[in-house]
């Protein structure tokens, strides 16, 4: 992070903006600005762990999009920031702008967040409803003891660097929908569940307490948000990009577009933790109880900056960006 000042008109980058004007020491909190939640005193023994998350029509979604996986998607991704700090998911607000009111549009999309809520025990207790350009902004709370939660500081030299799941899906999706490829109508049916309805890893996220320092879910491609726990935990990485996990269909790819999809791609939702390597068997064991596959993808370096290598070992270079809200439009 750079706290240098930009010149007057500069352009802002998200995560300037957010630093320059929305960033203050917290007093009362445990944790303020800058993690996937932040931790305010909860019930006995635990922080109550809080994450904001909007989805705009034509930026984070398309407008003609089914509503049913809409409502699944707003709630997913703040689920997913729960899961990202290892919370029980608990209670959420969903203040709600509508072009509209379109009663069959409205019960599919409540169907959908519903679902999803009913599935991890999270309660709708409340919201605020507007008309206006079509926005969903949700808040989530759950519950995580004490010093567990799995903040974006607590990376050490020397810990795993681990992937769950599979990346680049969501973007190899949102490729075809976009233009920029075009996919065989069998491979675009089983990617697009990655962008329209994703799964947030709460399960994993939970058992991860006690057995992993920092974690975070990526949600704007890899490199940009392991840049989030470098910066806080200040250290280094380096990572075996042919390591990455990516599915049959994005393996299938030219390499260009599949290193974009695994290393900037965002909107997987998976989690990407640090944990000592004393660690690996215990972590062998919970992929298999959780049928997920979680995957060793390099090392926390005491040394700053993200270095990417290739299965050998030699230097490789990428220089496309994550995604940024203000740098990109
Ligand atoms: P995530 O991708 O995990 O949802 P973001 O990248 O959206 O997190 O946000 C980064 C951090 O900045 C988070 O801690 C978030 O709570 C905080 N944040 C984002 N926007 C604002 C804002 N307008 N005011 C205060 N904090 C904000
Ligand atoms: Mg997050």
Not at 32 to 47: K, M, Q, S, Y
Not at 199 to 224: E, F, K, N, W
Not at 228 to 235: F, G, K, M, T
């Amino acid at each position: 992070m750079s706290d240098a000042q930009p010149a007057p008109h500069a352009p802002l980058s998200e995560f300037d903006l957010i630093r320059r004007y929305f960033t203050r020491p917290v007093h009362k909190a445990a944790l303020g600005v800058g993690d996937d939640c932040a931790l305010i005193e909860g019930r006995p023994g635990h922080h109550l762990a809080i994450s904001t998350d909007m989805l705009v029509s034509g930026r984070h979604f398309f407008a003609d999009v089914a509503p049913r996986a809409l409502g699944h998607k707003a709630l997913a991704v703040n689920l997913s920031d729960l899961a990202a700090m290892g919370a029980e998911p608990r209670a959420f607000t969903l203040a709600l702008a509508l072009p509209e009111a379109d009663p069959a549009w409205l019960a599919e999309l409540a169907d959908g967040m519903l679902a999803l809520a009913d599935a991890h025990g999270c309660e709708l207790v409340g919201g605020d409803t507007t008309r206006g350009p079509l926005t969903l902004s949700l808040t989530v709370f759950g519950d995580v003891p004490h010093r567990a939660a799995l903040r974006r500081d607590a990376a050490r030299p020397g810990d795993d660097i681990w992937i769950s799941g599979t990346l680049g899906d969501a973007r190899l999706a949102l490729g075809d929908c976009r233009g920029e490829w075009l996919l065989p109508e069998p491979d675009f049916t089983q990617v697009r569940p990655r962008m329209d309805t994703p799964t947030p890893r709460v399960a994993l996220g939970m058992a991860l307490r006690g057995m992993a320092h920092a974690a975070l879910d990526i949600s704007d491609g890899l490199i940009g948000d392991l840049g989030h726990i470098l910066a806080r935990s200040q250290v280094g990485a380096l990572i075996d990009v042919d390591a990455l996990p990516r599915s049959a269909v994005l393996a299938s790819q030219p390499e260009a577009i599949q290193r974009e999809c695994v290393l900037a791609g965002g909107d997987d939702y998976e989690l990407c933790f640090t944990a000592p390597a004393g660690n690996r068997d215990a972590l062998a064991a919970l992929s298999e109880r959780l049928a997920l596959p979680l995957t060793r993808v390099g090392t926390i370096t005491a040394e700053p900056g993200l270095r990417l290598v290739d299965h050998a070992g030699n230097p490789t270079r990428y220089t496309g960006a994550s995604f940024d809200h203000f740098a990109s439009s």
